[in-house]
């Protein structure tokens, strides 16, 4: 293809996207376009697979059935949101072995927040409420994203994590109203998840190195800061309401900006956990490394029952 064709086409994709308009896998489109959609649909992918583990820590403790089965849905949906993104990821043309391949070996990243334990049962209420919470404001812009398969699976992700949340801010409002233990216990898992959350939507924007060409793609929506804030300014009313202080300090309704000003976050901590120091890294990668390969029979299995099928089929044709 010659420089002036590349160009026409570049021209009419960046049209095609100032129009609102759907790209779908079979169009063409830039490379980097194509890259950077692998990139951040397989990590998000990822992260909803990795994300199963600390909720999948405590489906045999529940206090109670209900509990348990609202947890188990809950952890299932996560898997059918994996499949989902790595579905259209594979739309792009890379294979579901090679994302998993990366990261099993650790170049592709999953979100910070599942490299946290869950230490008490207040933590399903604090990663529903919290973590669902800041993923349902970060993903519900992505309904609206440049690249068809995406924004369609994110709109039944959406309506699932909308649910997770509720289900989360329910056994934080008991807690939160029982015994002085249980109020207690809430508090400290709102401690120690607070911050996380925010760490979560990504680094401030002036140290987000895809932002700015992602959002002239459409593939972002909104800014890591500004769902950051629209995160804030949603969760903090919700705490007040049930009784729970948010630990920060620094935490004041800004009259003039309509918003809360918060404290410093630390970002140390965040590119630690990212870069493979948090305190659950190791774990998480070991129990999805484990799974991979404890696997492998069924894989096994499935390819030779698929070959005899074909076989088979091939011997009634002749
Ligand atoms: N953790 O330039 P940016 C869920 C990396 S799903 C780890 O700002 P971008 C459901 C980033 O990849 C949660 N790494 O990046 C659930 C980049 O490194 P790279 C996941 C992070 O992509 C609930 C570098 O830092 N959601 O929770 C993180 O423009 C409960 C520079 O950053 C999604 O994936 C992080 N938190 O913005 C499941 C949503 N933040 O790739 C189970 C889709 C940044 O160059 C239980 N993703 N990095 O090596 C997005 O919206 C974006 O990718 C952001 C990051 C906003 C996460």
């Known amino acids: 293809m010659s420089e002036d064709q590349i160009k026409n086409l570049e021209t009419e994709f960046e049209a095609r996207i100032a129009r609102d308009e759907k790209i779908e896998p079979k169009d063409w489109m830039p490379e980097k376009y194509r890259q950077t959609h692998i990139r951040q649909m397989s990590q998000h992918a990822h992260s909803e697979i990795v994300g199963m ?28 949101h994996g499949l989902y993104l790595y579905s259209a990821t594979e739309t792009l043309g890379i294979s579901r072995e090679e994302m998993y391949e990366q990261l099993h070996t650790g170049k592709a990243k999953y979100s ?61 409002m008991f807690l939160a109203k029982g015994t002085p233990e249980q109020k207690e216990m809430a508090q400290d898992a709102l401690n120690r998840w607070w911050w996380p959350s925010l760490m979560m939507l990504g680094p401030i924007d002036a140290e987000s190195t895809h932002t700015d060409q992602s959002m002239k793609w459409k593939l972002k929506r909104k800014t890591n800061d500004e769902l950051r804030q629209k995160f804030i300014d949603q969760t903090v009313p919700q705490a007040d309401l049930i009784g729970l202080t948010i630990p920060d300090p620094d935490l004041k309704w800004n009259e003039e900006r309509q918003s809360y000003d918060f404290g410093e976050i630390n970002w140390d901590e965040f590119w630690q956990v990212v870069k493979g120091h948090g305190p659950m890294n190791k774990e998480r990668m070991k129990a999805r490394v484990g799974a991979w390969e404890e696997g492998q029979w069924v894989r096994d299995a499935a390819m030779a029952h698929a070959e005899k099928k074909q076989e088979r089929k091939q011997k009634q044709a002749v």
């Open 53 to 80: 583990l600390p909720e999948a820590n405590w489906i045999t403790r529940a206090p109670t059935l209900r509990r348990k089965v609202a947890l188990l849905a809950k952890v299932q949906d996560e898997a059918g």
């Open 112 to 172: 910070s927040i599942f490299n946290y334990p869950t230490v008490s049962w207040a933590d399903m209420g604090t990663v529903g409420w919290l973590v669902d919470g800041a993923a349902i404001i970060n993903q519900v812009p992505l309904c609206d994203t440049s690249f068809g398969p995406y924004a369609r699976a994110m709109i039944r992700v959406c309506k699932e994590e909308s649910f997770h949340q509720r289900q989360g801010f329910e056994i934080m």
